[in-house]
């Protein structure tokens, strides 16, 4: 507790006990800190991992049965003062205890997991070692830092069997977007990494902006060339809901789109999500056959979970990816696979966890 209070980084110490302390970070976080005999670890850690309403549920779970649950384990109720649990050491034991499975954490919300662990019908999530590929990744061509063959080799090092490399279309001056002639040029230094790095592919991709008009940055002839074509609103972000909908829509029914790109827009403490009508996307990705994005970005974390949910419950295929604009950030596809968890997201709905010849053949027919 004392380095706890004493961290460089404390602002203000709200409280200083021998089993909790809290205290404000200089980001202005509260942050809390429990301490309980090692006995009782499981308890602690699923009583204060999850969301209060998910929490409140448990408890009154375990209340109907003359049990009682907190951070120092389950008891039948009178015995908790003799420290006589019926589990505490793992958070498998409680809940095996309450005749559940294990929740994962990150559906720990109250929104369905109580009852489908109870009835043991959770879904089997999604994990990290499940990806093949990351879809959305910007190099030095455009505004990323590093070169393409330093993205590539870092992706090959990370298990991947592609990477996409899916650097700006010119429409966004900032970004330093690739010409014409600077897409022919990346397109002959891809083939060059992929005769090296093989079996290992690097496909060739844009995320090309769609403008406040709805028109994509590039005409058709310069979108073919592309494997990956992946449609972003990077601009006129207070558009009216109709007019962002009818936007992004018409980008999602060209025949050359592969996926939406961060759908909603939004940056976590920056920006709201623009007025989109994601019941419209969601309804257009099962017409159309474009894939949805979940952006690992941390400033992102789009699409968000209670839409993925709903997506995936109406057979929408998803794409998980890091937007990676360095090699280190490649790692943000733990953050993208998170939230894909959040969504009660399987490794069936999400397109790159397939092979290579899988996934390219479950793009939408290109014409």
């Given at each position: 507790?004392d380095?706890f209070?004493?961290?460089?980084?404390?602002?203000?110490?709200?409280?200083r006990?021998?089993t909790?302390s809290?205290?404000?970070?200089?980001?202005?976080?509260?942050v809390d800190?429990?301490?309980?005999?090692?006995?009782?670890?499981?308890?602690?850690?699923?009583?204060f991992?999850?969301?209060?309403?998910?929490?409140v549920r448990l408890?009154g779970?375990a209340?109907r049965?003359?049990?009682l649950?907190?951070e120092y384990?389950?008891?039948?109720?009178?015995?908790?003062?003799?420290?006589r649990e019926i589990?505490a050491a793992?958070?498998?034991?409680?809940?095996?205890?309450l005749?559940?499975d294990?929740i994962?954490?990150?559906?720990?919300?109250d929104?369905?997991?109580?009852?489908?662990?109870?009835?043991?019908?959770?879904p089997?999530?999604?994990?990290v070692?499940e990806?093949?590929?990351?879809?959305?990744?910007?190099?030095?061509?455009?505004?990323?830092?590093?070169?393409l063959?330093d993205?590539?080799?870092?992706?090959?090092?990370?298990g991947?069997?592609y990477?996409?490399?899916?650097d700006?279309?010119?429409?966004l001056?900032?970004?330093?977007?690739?010409?014409?002639?600077?897409?022919?040029?990346?397109?002959?230094?891809?083939?060059?990494?992929n005769?090296?790095?093989?079996?290992f592919?690097?496909?060739?991709?844009?995320?090309?902006?769609?403008?406040?008009?709805g028109?994509?940055?590039y005409?058709d002839?310069?979108?073919?060339?592309?494997?990956?074509?992946?449609?972003?609103?990077?601009?006129?972000?207070g558009?009216?809901?109709?007019?962002m909908?009818a936007?992004?829509?018409g980008?999602?029914?060209?025949?050359?789109v592969t996926?939406?790109?961060?759908?909603?827009?939004r940056?976590?403490?920056?920006r709201?999500?623009?007025a989109?009508?994601?019941?419209?996307?969601?309804a257009?990705?099962?017409?159309?056959?474009?894939?949805?994005?979940v952006?690992g970005?941390?400033?992102?974390?789009d699409?968000p979970?209670?839409w993925?949910?709903k997506?995936?419950?109406?057979?929408?295929?998803?794409?998980?990816?890091?937007d990676?604009?360095?090699?280190?950030?490649?790692?943000?596809?733990?953050q993208?696979?998170g939230?894909?968890?959040?969504g009660?997201?399987?490794p069936a709905?999400?397109?790159?966890?397939?092979?290579?010849d899988a996934?390219?053949?479950?793009?939408k027919r290109r014409?």
């Open positions: 507790m380095a209070v004493g961290a460089p980084t404390v602002q203000r110490v709200l409280a006990g021998d909790k809290s205290v404000v970070v200089d980001r202005g976080l509260q800190l429990r301490v309980v005999p090692p006995a009782s670890y499981g308890a602690a850690l699923l009583y991992t999850g969301s209060k309403e998910h929490n408890r779970l209340l049965r003359k049990l649950l907190n384990g389950l008891y039948r109720i009178g015995d908790e003062a003799r420290g589990a793992t958070e498998e034991d409680v809940y095996a205890a005749e559940m294990w994962p954490p990150e559906l720990r919300e929104r369905g997991e109580i009852d489908a662990a109870l009835a043991h019908r959770l089997a999530l999604v994990s070692d990806i093949r590929g990351d879809l959305h990744t910007h190099t030095s061509w455009t505004d990323g830092r590093d070169p063959a993205m590539a080799r870092t992706a090959r090092a990370r991947y069997a990477l996409a490399v899916t700006h279309s010119p429409g001056g900032m970004t330093n977007g690739l010409s014409p002639e600077r897409v022919a040029a990346r397109l002959a230094e891809a083939a060059k990494l005769a090296e790095l093989a079996p592919r690097v496909i060739v991709g844009t995320e090309v902006d769609i403008r406040a008009n028109k994509l940055d005409p002839e310069i979108l073919v060339k592309f494997d990956i074509v992946s449609a972003s609103v990077h601009s006129s972000f558009q009216p809901r109709d007019a909908t936007r992004i829509l980008a999602m029914r060209h025949p050359l996926a939406l790109s961060h759908p909603t827009g940056l976590l403490e920056k709201e999500p623009h989109v009508d994601l019941d419209a996307v969601i257009t990705a099962l017409e159309t056959g474009t894939w949805i994005e952006n970005g941390p400033e992102r974390l699409l979970d209670v993925i949910r997506a995936i419950d109406r057979g929408a295929t998803l794409v998980v990816n890091s990676a604009h360095a090699m280190e950030e490649l790692a943000w596809m733990e993208g696979v939230t894909a968890r959040r009660w997201a399987g709905s999400i397109v790159n966890t397939r092979g290579l996934m390219l053949a479950a793009r014409s």
